[in-house]
């Protein structure tokens, strides 16, 4: 089982944070901070696997882990995953955000983090392996993404203007708008 | 009131905090905006303002304010909504509190919606986050969806159903015809999942285990087809073809070969074939290597088979890529008990991997190479682990020095190989050496006779070397007041000390700042000693006038090869008495040899000064070997006669 899955950067911000087990939030940003701790200080050189961090799951507990320029990708693991496997996974992950959000960086991460949680709920569901197929994964992702825009996505509103239109009581409106001196006659319109 | 700002101006005000303290803020002025807004029972802007939400939260900031409102988003029409909704209830949210109940009747609706993605939704939250008591009310709908021909909705279905097994088992019957054709299915995704839940009910269950053993022959069939099947675009990575699939597979054989002969039969062709087939040049190969050699060792395969999968392991340790050597030793570890043979070919590899820079493939290679040193090759396999415990780092040096001992014990070649061998773990890193080790060393050497002398000059120059070392240090004393008669007298090979030399080392170690107590205990001992074998016996009375304490032991040591008795006394401080002054005199006993069988004794004489009239006790242990075994005893003598002390 996937015990947590954790991205973040060279400073250890945290990008991306997934518990699949219950922690309280302040176990959940000291595990972020002790996984910082001992994965920023490895070499490039040696095996992405640390054993070690004693906050979750005891001794059954391993982080796997991938190094990609200015992020970290953690996957917390117990022993029932295949160590070799798990990295294939993250490999899988970071591809399929490099699909959805063409040539991934940071940046995206930062500012789309709701979209980076709904790909990751794609990949992996309570912390078990759910689908690695990329194109099916992006094929649902978009799919979803397209319903979201439709209702007009997470900003809730469509753009100001319109319902700054749609709030007015066009009645009310002089017909005669004296702007100095040229008289425009404004038309009748019928309310929305 | 205006619009709340939007989840990216937020971040964007966010990131340009210089401190700490300017994100609190901001943070701060923030959630107080969002808390209004929650009271204006804005559903406009919700979905929003839980975004934004999140987003705090990420960053360590408290969220629980808007755990409701999570609800009220899941309980929404918009797709928008709910998808929010149900992340912010499996990030804020868990079956502690109550409020997740109110959960239960609107991913119940959920779950029979009309459009798909929703239904997915409700399925993943449930699965992720589901209470006992909202997986039994919903169990029901859940194994419905895992007969449906949706490959999406079954494939999350299948993974739903696990988490319910988990918190409630006795549900695991209710799944079971659901699972009766989920291996016919063509979908990946689908197939995946299934063997996921087909895993988990047979390692719950023996029954079910039983019940799902019939399955093997289709599994077979299956890994067999992703192997041959050739190129196929959807599912393949780097020339694999699902690579994760076979390894689910191969883990699900995995568990339904171990003890049963007939399943293991079953599997021992397709292991063979994925075995020698599967390209190695990616690391998805190698995971699908991996797994096939570990089910390899867990079921009954056939000896041919179990040494192609050691051989594998072999291989692995020389690729380059220090993962796989890592996954390789760890495995080989668990290995080496049952196929121990197959192991040592290789030996050469194993030990290689001393020298590498990685910690965690070090140690494993450290615990490899113990556990594969025998009779056979135990000269070359501790030149190797001598050299890895010059140069490797403090944290391994207690192991390996304990494991070295160990290893000498068992298999060493000659005394005189097996004492020098100690003598190199004493000066390599002698103070990492465990505590027990040093009763065990003089154990050791005492019963080398023929070493002593070489055993006491060897420690000696040692000492003029290097008195940092406390382990060294005690058995380096220790010898020295045994056989300190040997090294002065020019039974040595090299050039002999003379007494003063000799004392004036020991000397040293009493007032050195590095010597612990146990270590003056044990130089002081020495001294006292050396006054039945030197001659300059004032200079040792001073020193023992100065320093001794009050309680006396008597060690006694019997060789059971010449069968003589010495006398051996050790002084040891008693801290928290008071250090009165006595000066002893020790008198050569009347004989070396304590006659068998009650026929004689032997007596020496101890000249007590003891100028406070302290009472006098003497504690005397035994310590002698009886038909090999040792056995240890202690006295006490407290009934001096009050003459002898008023």
Known sequence: ?192 | MPAPIRLRELIRTIRTARTQAEEREMIQKECAAIRSSFREEDNTYRCRNVAKLLYMHMLGYPAHFGQLECLKLIASQKFTDKRIGYLGAMLLLDERQDVHLLMTNCIKNDLNHSTQYVQGLALCTLGCMGSSEMCRDLAGEVEKLLKTSNSYLRKKAALCAVHVIRKVPELMEMFLPATKNLLSEKNHGVLHTSVVLLTEMCERSPDMLAHFRKLVPQLVRILKNLIMSGYSPEHDVSGISDPFLQVRILRLLRILGRSDDDSSEAMNDILAQVATNTETSKNVGNAILYETVLTIMDIKSESGLRVLAINILGRFLLNNDKNIRYVALTSLLKTVQTDHNAVQRHRSTIVDCLKDLDVSIKRRAMELSFALVNGNNIRGMMKELLYFLDSCDPEFKADCASGVFLAAEKYAPSKRWHIDTIMRVLTTAGSYVRDDSVPNLIQLITNSVEMHAYTVQRLYKALLDDISQQPLVQVASWCIGEYGDLLVSGQCEEEEPIQDEVLDVLEGLLVSNLSTPVTRGYSLTAIMKLSTRFTSVNRIKKVVSIYGSTSLILYCCNDPISSWISFNFHLTECPLSVCQTFQLQLLSPSSNVVPALNQGTVTQVIRVLNPQKQQLRMRIKLTYTLKGSPVQDLAEVNNFPPQSWQ
């Not at chain 1, 015990?3 to 973040?8: D, R, V």
């Not at chain 1, 961090?53 to 005891?58: A, E, F, K, T, V």
């Open chain 1, 1 to 192: 089982m996937i015990k947590a899955i954790l991205i973040f950067n060279n400073h250890g911000k945290p990008r991306l944070i997934r518990f699949y087990q219950y922690f309280a939030e302040d176990m959940q940003q000291q595990i972020i901070r002790e996984t910082f701790h001992l994965v920023s200080k490895r070499d490039d050189n040696v095996c992405n696997f640390l054993e070690g961090g004693s906050l979750i799951g005891g001794s059954d507990y391993k982080l796997i882990y991938r190094h990609y320029a200015t992020l970290y990708f953690v996957f917390c693991v117990d022993s029932s995953e295949s160590e070799l496997g798990i990295l294939d996974l993250i490999q899988v992950f970071v591809e399929t955000l490099d699909k959805c959000f063409e040539n991934v960086c940071e940046l995206d991460l930062i500012f789309h983090m709701d979209k980076v949680h709904y790909i990751l709920q794609e990949v992996v569901m309570g912390g078990m392996v759910l689908e690695t197929n990329m194109n099916e994964i992006t094929t649902q992702v978009d799919v979803q993404n397209r319903m979201e825009k439709s209702e007009g996505g997470l900003s809730a509103a469509p753009a100001r203007a319109v319902s700054a239109v749609k709030n007015m009581n066009l009645p009310e409106i002089p017909r005669n708008i004296n702007i100095g001196d040229i008289n425009i006659k404004v038309p009748s319109l019928s309310p929305f």
